[in-house]
């Protein structure tokens, strides 16, 4: 990657820009399933489908299949691994899985890093955010039953909103890399490290939780111009975002209405 700490620093990001692919995924599980009425088998097909296509990755096929499994075979995280008793062939996983998580800081280290540099990463920060909020369980239950969803959700085109989902996701993915893209330039400019960022691209694309087919695009995208203001404004990623952008905004005025 460069000199000293610049490897390190590298991987940093990549598990910020993780979490908010993570994130990203969860809010369009979310709105399918809870303005769409989506149940977890056809989610499954949906993310199953957007794989074959630009959001083709690591974690659109997990979560396909996540959301397919059933709550049978489950193991402890424990060495050796037990099989855990009381499951229920016939319920899905990921309605009896434990919503709650933590996280182990490389997050936070990367929401550091960005404001010590003023870059800024909206879509890592409410990630984050995301996951301090969950982690808060106890407050969450008290504090939701304190102020419930007022009326029911609004009837809407399940088609037309699983193409707006879809197109949301990319676009909102696009801007999440290019924040962690700006990061690492920033860090290199102010380093000395000169790092190579359509090698990082590359190298992002074997083996690691975010590999995904368009990190191919990212590289070509810096090799073609290796001071590239912003990913944005690459010419291909542009018009993929003019493109989305109607959809986003429906998304996004969906999301608030709800």
Same mark, same amino acid.
């Given at each position: ?14 598990? =910020?820009?993780?979490?908010g692919?993570?994130q990203?995924?969860?809010? $369009?599980?979310?709105?399918l399933?809870s @303005? !769409?009425?989506? %149940? ?16 083709d ?6 979560t396909?299949?996540i959301l ?9 995280n424990?060495?050796?691994a037990k ?11 990921v ?6 998580? =933590?996280?182990k800081?490389?997050?936070k280290?990367?929401?550091k890093e $960005?404001a010590?540099?003023s870059?800024? @990463? !909206?879509?890592? %920060? ?6 301090f909020?969950a982690?808060?369980?106890?407050t969450?239950?008290?504090?939701s039953k ?13 088609a037309q909103l699983?193409?707006d989902?879809?197109?949301?996701l990319y ?16 860090a290199?400019?102010?380093?000395n ?6 090698e990082?691209?590359r ?7 975010i ?5 191919n695009?990212?590289t ?6 290796p ?11 542009k ?17 608030a209405?709800?």
């Amino acid at each position: 990657i460069g000199p000293d700490g610049s490897g390190n620093y590298v991987k940093m990001v990549h598990n =910020g820009i993780e979490y908010g692919d993570m994130q990203l995924i969860a809010e $369009a599980y979310t709105i399918l399933r809870s @303005v !769409g009425e989506c %149940s977890n088998e056809e989610l499954s097909q949906i993310f199953t489908e957007w794989n074959k296509g630009e959001l083709d990755s690591f974690l659109i096929e997990i979560t396909s299949k996540i959301l397919a499994k059933k709550d049978t075979d489950v193991y402890t995280n424990t060495v050796p691994a037990k099989l855990l008793e009381g499951t229920d062939a016939k319920k899905d996983l990921v309605d009896v899985v434990l919503d709650k998580t =933590g996280n182990k800081g490389t997050g936070k280290m990367t929401m550091k890093e $960005a404001a010590d540099t003023s870059i800024p @990463v !909206g879509t890592m %920060s409410a990630a984050l955010d995301a996951r301090f909020i969950a982690f808060d369980k106890d407050t969450r239950v008290t504090m939701s039953k304190e102020f419930p969803i007022a009326g029911s959700m609004p009837k809407v085109d399940k088609a037309q909103l699983i193409k707006d989902v879809r197109y949301a996701l990319y676009a909102s993915k696009i801007c999440s890399y290019a924040q962690g893209w700006n990061l690492m330039k920033a860090a290199s400019k102010e380093f000395n490290w000169n790092i190579d960022l359509a090698e990082c691209a590359r190298i992002f694309t074997g083996g690691c939780i975010i590999r995904a087919k368009f990190l191919n695009r990212i590289t070509a995208a810096y090799k073609k111009n290796p001071d590239l203001l912003n990913l944005l404004i690459d010419p291909d990623f542009k018009a993929e975002i003019k493109e989305r952008e109607m959809s986003w905004r429906r998304v996004v005025s969906l999301s608030a209405a709800v």
